[in-house]
């Protein structure tokens, strides 16, 4: 480990971070159209994105200093269990493609920004929608938290930071706020996807540096396994356990298959996901990124490598998150690792700003427009949902100023808990109306409430709640809470849709047709892209 600021590192982050930066307030004018003051424009980027931008945005908004930083700690902590990963990436496409061409099209037909309008309408019910909407935003702040620990992470291995002053130690949070915050306030949805090809760019190229520079300076890769296998099976002495293995154990397959079983159903339910592809131009766009996203699943497992060699090379960090910086600042060049940081801090800030841009839209139409002000114009709905993706920003500060950030894993985690409860109306409403309203809404309540006790009740070793040390967190002696706190959720709303409609019980009004759900750009009243600006206008082509 070195001593002191490692300055040229420092430098090129900052070159990079800078660049980016610029890049985000540029996107104001790129591809922006006349009439830029509406969620479509700055919450959707003008739902005018194609494949490849589509592809970038998707990756940028799904791969992210969880990717980087979490999984990779999650190995190095306790060997292969964290891999969970890995499964769960490439298990989430094809439940996803069932669905999201068709939550695309209704989304189109009707102008929803989101999925809680999707739900409003299919259910005639502004209760549930409100419900889903609080969700939403309650799970992106954790994960919106997990990248701004990894920006952190980068900080504090380049000396940057993590003192002992409260303001110095926190301080790469703020400026990763400020930054987040300006950009993110100017221009919308397009700031992420215009970065999102810096990013991406720059996180292939370290992987494959990585991927073949580290394991030849350690002695090639049958050296990485022996030596991770040697660490792993030491026994930790707080426990007298081993401290992990290379390949899970009979007594942990359970755990491991149903916490990737539930990451995938929750991965493309959370705001940011559905905000990526709702801002897409076309169904078909959709069906093609679910074909071809799975190619970032073997960039996944790659940088799940990282763990064992950080495990290899000596790695000793009291926070696992600081592993996978470390090993890039003690095996690179110094001006490599700049490069490598800079991937990593591009790779949180993209989602982060796709997430709040999310949850803000969240709050301005299912939220204030629906409750606080029924007559907002398209203009003033912008404008609340800028200053709502600030607000959103703090609430993230607030999860990492008060949770262990020892396992930001975590943060990931807690989140696919809560998001994994409006799966039964919006997925289930995609395909079905049979379940009541209110027996939906009795059923999420069920589910969050059970899935927050479980892991409230989640201790670790250095915090009461929220917070477990093992590798693999949040999960039960039966299984990952998620997943039980979701089969809770559906007993109940199957349970009470059956004493609902037996009680003749009204159910609301659904405000979508069959022909809706494969609804495709060109066929009429499907909403498609806005008109672009004209080349003499500002942001013009």
Request: glycine content about 10%; aromatic content about 12%; some cysteine.
């Amino acid at each position: 480990m070195k001593d002191g600021v490692n300055g040229v590192a420092l430098t090129v982050f900052i070159i990079f971070f800078l660049a980016v930066t610029v890049m985000g307030f540029y996107a104001a004018r790129w591809r922006r159209a006349e009439n830029s003051d509406n969620l479509d424009e700055w919450g959707l980027g003008g739902r005018s994105f194609g494949t490849w931008v589509t592809w970038f945005l998707l990756g940028g908004d799904l791969y992210t200093a969880y990717t980087f930083v979490a999984v990779p700690a999650a190995v190095y902590a306790g060997g292969a269990a964290g891999f969970f990963a890995v499964p769960y990436t490439i298990l989430c496409y094809p439940l996803v493609f069932t669905f999201l061409p068709r939550l695309w099209s209704v989304s189109h037909k009707h102008g929803y920004v989101t999925s809680s309008d999707f739900v409003r309408g299919r259910f005639g019910s502004r209760g549930l929608s409100l419900a889903l909407a609080l969700t939403g935003i309650l799970a992106t702040m954790p994960y919106i938290a997990l990248q701004l620990v990894g920006i952190q992470a980068v900080l504090d291995v380049m000396g940057i930071g993590g003192g002992s002053n409260w303001f110095m130690k926190d301080l790469p949070l703020l400026i990763a706020f400020g930054v987040l915050a300006a950009y993110t306030y100017s221009s919308g949805l397009r700031a992420p996807a215009l970065i999102a090809f810096v990013k991406d760019a720059l996180i292939y190229i370290v992987i494959a540096v990585a991927i073949i520079y580290i394991p030849i300076k350690l002695g090639g890769f049958d050296d990485v396994f022996a030596k991770a296998g040697e660490a792993f099976s030491a026994k930790n002495p707080d426990t007298g356990k081993p401290r992990g293995a290379l390949a899970t154990g009979p007594d942990a397959q359970w755990a491991y298959a149903t916490l990737a079983l539930g990451s995938a159903m929750a991965l493309f339910l959370y705001p940011h996901s559905v905000t990526a592809v709702l801002s897409s131009k076309s169904r078909n766009v959709i069906r093609r990124n679910t074909t071809i996203l799975p190619l970032y699943s073997l960039m996944l497992g790659l940088l799940a490598m990282l763990g064992f060699m950080a495990v290899a090379a000596g790695i000793k960090v009291k926070n696992g998150q600081l592993a996978i910086p470390q090993l890039f600042e003690d095996m690179f060049p110094d001006w490599f690792t700049g490069v490598a940081f800079a991937a990593i801090g591009i790779g949180a800030l993209v989602p982060a700003a796709i997430m709040s841009i999310a949850a803000a839209n969240l709050f301005t139409r299912n939220i204030y427009k629906d409750f606080l002000r029924p007559d907002a114009s398209p203009a003033h709905e912008a404008k609340v949902s800028k200053l709502a993706s600030l607000l959103v920003k703090v609430g993230a500060l607030v999860f990492v100023l008060t949770m262990d950030k020892t396992v930001a894993i975590n943060f990931q985690l807690l989140g696919g808990i809560w998001i994994l409860q409006t799966v039964p109306a919006l997925v289930g409403g995609l395909f079905t109306r049979w379940f009541h309203r209110w027996a939906l809404l009795a059923g999420w309540a069920a589910g969050m409430i059970y899935g927050t006790w479980r892991a409230y009740d989640t201790p670790s070793a250095t915090q009461d709640h929220f917070g477990n040390t093992n590798l693999i967190p949040f999960i039960g002696e039966k299984g990952y809470i998620g997943l039980t706190a979701f089969a809770v959720n559906v007993l109940v709303a199957v349970v009470l849709t059956l004493v609902f409609r037996a009680a003749k019980v009204p159910d609301g009004v659904d405000a979508t047709r069959p022909s809706d759900y494969t609804a495709d750009a060109g066929d009429p009243g499907v909403r498609t892209e806005l008109p672009p600006a004209t080349a003499g206008a500002p942001g013009g082509h």
